[in-house]
Structure formats: C-alpha cells, structure tokens
C-alpha cells in the first residue's frame, strides 16, 4: 500500500517535514517515491508547502493519506471532501475461562440522535385537574392581624 505521509527533518528540538510519497512498510525516514512538499510547524503561521497537482495524482493512484498529512492536506486546501467518520474499535475483552461468558458480551448500542431522543424522554403525565379554593368569608379578619405590633403609649414628660 502507498501512504502520503511526513518525512522528519531539521535539527534536534525543532523539526520540520517533508510530505512525500512512500510504501507503507518502510520507516518513516526511509525510502520514498517522491517529496510532495514540506510543512514547517514553527512558523507561525505553520508553513505549509504542497503541490496540489501532485498530491492529486498520487491519490487517484491509491495513495492514501497518514492522518498527520491529511489534516495538512485539508488546511492546504488541497482535500475538501469531508472525513470519513473512523471507526471505533471494541476494546479486546479479558480472556475468560468460559467461552459461554464471552458469548455473552454484547456490542455497545449506539444512541439516538437528539432530535429523535427527545420525545421519547419526556414522561406522558395525566393532565392536573384544577384545584378549587375555598372561599374567604368577608368578615374574617386575616389571621394574625389584631396581634400585630402593640400600640406604645405617648410619654409623658
């Protein structure tokens, strides 16, 4: 398989990469086909450099992009169709002494999208019947009324 992907160059501490075009099973710095540009992360902005009609060729081809080199494709301009969405792998579950106990773990669902889960979580409730007051006799005097604050007496001097 032909993978486009990062070459590492430069001094120690301050890299900076090639994006060439290379067979996936050779080293990262090793043998390539051909340097399809460079890519420069301390500058700022990061300095990027790439031959679009290259990369293109390359890719109807069959070389497949690194995850590092498409998202420098991708600031580049160079690839504008969306990301494939990737897929998440099952975590590898401890070897038990059952077979029938690894039978019996089941894949995660997957949840519903929010405008579907929405509904479904609102609980359906009777409708409240209105509540009748009692009605207020209008000679009563509201409770605690007449024990209000006692009225203090005029000094006398």
Do not use: C
Request: no cysteine.
């Amino acid at each position: 398989m032909i993978r486009i992907r990062l070459r590492r160059t430069g001094k120690k501490h301050r890299p900076s990469y090639r994006l060439v075009v290379a067979d996936k099973p050779n080293k990262r710095d090793g043998a390539f086909l051909e340097t399809l540009g460079s890519y420069d992360p301390h500058a700022d902005p990061p300095l990027v450099t790439v031959d679009a009609d290259k990369v293109k060729s390359w890719m109807s081809k069959g070389a497949q992009p690194s995850e590092a080199a498409e998202k420098i494709l991708r600031r580049a301009g160079v690839i504008t169709t969306p990301a494939p969405a990737r897929k998440m792998v099952a975590p590898v579950a401890a070897k038990s002494a059952s077979p029938a106990a690894a039978a019996s773990v089941t894949p995660p669902t997957p949840k519903p999208a929010a405008a579907e889960a929405a509904p479904e979580m609102v609980p359906e409730t009777a409708p409240e019947a209105p509540v009748a007051e009692a009605p207020v006799a209008e000679t009563e005097a509201p409770v605690g009324a007449e024990e209000s604050a006692p009225e203090a007496a005029p000094e006398e001097a």
